[in-house]
């Protein structure tokens, strides 16, 4: 997943609203939003090459994201999946500050991350490229593949487009937030990080939602996480066709 949006407790019925979009190779094999048969209680879509995951949520309300960092010149033969951080925050019972406090202590085993984990109460993110553990306050947040709140365009955008959202709360929010996440416009050559890709990629990465041959945005997905109640929304885009699934738990 190449971009998280997310407004903490900034909105009257929302605590946490997450709109984000994963960005992967079309040929990996992945499985949409569902019910884990291995796991019931895991809501989340499935990488079928490692068996982990980009985003879910229990059924207990517990959340968890990942996002790559982006460094070419890293090395990553013999590390573990990052999608497994995700996979396992969702199985186990650690509440967000125990578990990123273990996942810290191993930071060197997989490539480089920015993981969110949240439970009814609390909010967490670590990047271990950074390598501190921050309890997040109530605010509009965006991460891509560079650290939290990076001024990147597509980040700068987003949690532009998220606030303007979470302050008008229009009725079909969701709709809204999908809308927003479907912005393929491209950052002016001036605006461009510098993460150490070719100029071109780096203008094929810059929008929000991204289509080019082989790459691209593979799903968008809403969060919105009530008291008690949390809708999780998927749109799937495979090869030009969009999927919608939309499932409601009841915490």
Not at 10 to 27: C, G, W
Not at 118 to 135: F, P, V
Not at 223 to 234: A, P, T
């Amino acid at each position: 997943m190449c971009l998280i949006l997310f407004a903490y407790r900034m909105h009257p019925t929302y605590k946490l609203i997450v709109a984000s979009n994963r960005d992967e190779f079309y040929q990996r094999p992945t499985a949409p939003v569902h019910f884990w048969e291995d796991h019931p209680h895991i809501l989340a879509g499935r990488d079928l090459e490692k068996m982990g995951t980009w985003m879910g949520i229990t059924n207990t309300g517990r959340f968890a994201a990942i996002t790559n960092y982006r460094d070419p010149k890293e090395k990553t033969d013999g590390k573990r999946s990052r999608g497994e951080l995700v996979a396992d925050f969702l199985k186990g019972t650690d509440n967000p500050a125990e578990y990123m406090k273990r996942i810290a202590a191993k930071r060197t085993s997989y490539p480089g991350y920015n993981l969110l984990v949240a439970d009814k109460e609390n909010l967490y993110y670590y990047s271990n490229i950074e390598g501190e553990i921050k309890k997040l306050p109530p605010g509009i947040y965006g991460v891509s593949n560079h650290l939290l709140n990076t001024d990147w365009p597509k980040v700068k955008r987003g949690k532009e487009g998220l606030a303007t959202l979470a302050e008008e709360n229009p009725s079909n929010l969701s709709d809204h937030l999908l809308t927003l996440l479907q912005n393929a416009d491209p950052a002016s050559d001036k605006e461009l990080p510098k993460t150490g890709v070719s100029l071109e990629w780096e203008r094929i990465l810059s929008p929000m939602f991204i289509k080019t041959k082989g790459y691209g945005t593979r799903s968008s997905t809403i969060v919105l996480y009530s008291e008690d109640q949390v809708l999780y929304k998927e749109r799937t885009i495979n090869e030009g066709e969009m999927e919608e699934q939309e499932y409601k738990i009841t915490l």
